[in-house]
């Protein structure tokens, strides 16, 4: 397949998202993303950062299987997080779950550094060689349990998580600046819910339900939590 039927394949999923955006409007709060996020999504090549197998379904809106009993997300799923977290070019994001590396990707194009960590291997080292193929070199992976953050770069402007805990971990609330957000799902797998959680500059944090999601598990979740109110 070649580069021009990539490239159109990325408009028509471009499209979709728009179209899905309207549908969950009351939901979301708003009839449109932002059009940064959506032009940034234009540019990464989801093809590039899924396995070769799975190539011809890369701009399907539908999460595909990356191995290891893991996905990458939708991609409506990782546009309206992308949105909600309201990115600034200097900001310092962590991201939990790196996955095959394209919301890394997503996040690099509209963030200033992106700390990303990943819990399998093998997954990880398949985000680096992705990541570096498609020249972004303001993307640092950690292979670790993501439930701990990463405190050596704390504080965070903004923290997504791709793995759903029941509760929001402490040590991510801990990682966030004053002033961030972190967009986050959280839940049993029958009830889980899109939230954005948000510090003031005392500290205090406030969350807000999005709408209902379905992630796999956040592993390390028996630990100690942070309860959403």
């Given at each position: 397949m070649s580069v021009e039927y990539f490239d159109e394949q990325r408009r028509q999923l471009i499209a979709a998202i728009d179209a899905h955006t309207e549908q969950v409007a009351t939901r979301i709060g708003k009839t449109a993303l932002d059009r940064q996020v959506l032009k940034a999504m234009t540019k990464v090549p989801r093809h590039e950062f899924v396995p070769a197998e799975v190539q011809s379904f890369a701009y399907l809106d539908t999460p595909l299987p990356i191995g290891f009993g893991k996905t990458i997300s939708q991609p409506f799923m990782v546009a309206v997080m992308t949105d909600l977290l309201e990115l600034k070019p200097d900001d310092a994001v962590l991201e939990i779950g790196t996955g095959l590396g394209y919301q890394s990707a997503v996040l690099a194009e509209l963030a200033g550094r992106v700390y990303s960590v990943e819990i399998i291997d093998e997954l990880a080292e398949g985000a680096a060689r992705r990541l570096k193929r498609q020249g972004y070199s303001n993307v640092d992976i950690r292979v670790a349990n993501g439930y701990l953050g990463w405190p050596e770069h704390a504080p965070f402007d903004k923290v997504i998580v791709t793995a759903a805990p029941d509760l929001i971990p402490t040590p991510l609330i801990n990682q966030l600046?004053?002033?961030?957000?972190?967009?986050?799902?959280?839940?049993?797998?029958?009830?889980?819910?899109?939230?954005?959680?948000?510090?003031?500059?005392?500290?205090?944090v406030t969350t807000k339900e999005i709408m209902p999601v379905l992630f796999s598990l956040l592993e390390g979740s028996e630990q100690p939590s942070f309860r959403a109110s």
């Open positions: 600046k004053a002033g961030g957000r972190m967009v986050i799902p959280v839940g049993l797998p029958s009830a889980q819910q899109l939230v954005v959680a948000e510090k003031d500059i005392d500290g205090r």
